[in-house]
């Protein structure tokens, strides 16, 4: 049933569903979370569960999608300001995001796939690869952004300069979110350093 066709219960009971799975998928790890698991949960029967999603794929697939979908929203918060304001608020959009929606961010970007289970990167297994998709869009935001900061980059040193960023806020909110017993600095004073670091980079 496409959503917009859904009654108001229903789309409520879906989102439950998402919210739920999400957050065990972020404590448990997808593996450790079947359709039963989360139908428990949320305190419905598997059946029931199962009137709203095809399969546990799904449910990974838009959780997954959901968190996409608030970063790209930080990532794109400045649309319209300089190109400097755009670049130093989507970093910071970045850290807010990761750090503030733990499981979100997980789910998005630190799940594990074993060897014997298909490439979650091969666009034919992978929502990710579906027409407007916003993890693309999330990716497309931040190129957009650097090469208004670097014009005089080509378009594919913007991408490289882009995805390098990427990597860069991607490693410390990972890490920050994996090792938080870590003996690291004070966690504000370190993401600002690192927001400090990586807008330099893109003038670099």
């Not at 968190?67 to 608020?89: H, N, V, W, Y």
């Amino acid at each position: 049933m496409p959503p917009e066709e859904m009654t108001p219960r229903r789309r409520n009971r879906r989102n439950e569903i998402l919210e739920v799975a999400g957050e065990l998928f972020a404590r448990h790890g997808v593996d450790a979370v079947t359709t039963r698991r989360i139908a428990q949960a949320v305190g419905i029967s598997q059946p029931s569960l199962y009137a709203h999603f095809a399969s546990l794929q799904q449910i990974q697939d838009e959780v997954a999608a959901e968190a996409f979908a608030r970063l790209e929203q930080a990532i794109s918060s400045a649309d319209g300001e300089s190109p400097e304001t755009q670049l130093e608020k989507a970093v910071r959009g970045y850290f807010d995001f990761g750090l503030s929606h733990p499981y979100a961010y997980r789910i998005a970007f630190m799940v594990e796939y074993p060897a014997d289970k298909p490439d979650p990167a091969d666009p034919s297994v992978s929502a990710f690869f579906q027409t407007d998709h916003p993890g693309p869009r999330a990716s497309e935001h931040l190129c957009r952004i650097v090469g208004l900061n670097r014009p005089d980059l080509s378009a594919k040193a913007v991408i490289m300069r882009s995805q390098s960023l990427w990597a860069s806020l991607h490693g410390l909110v990972s890490l920050l979110l994996a090792r938080p017993a870590f003996p690291w600095g004070e966690k504000q004073e370190l993401v600002d350093e690192h927001s400090r670091l990586a807008c330099k980079m893109v003038f670099d």
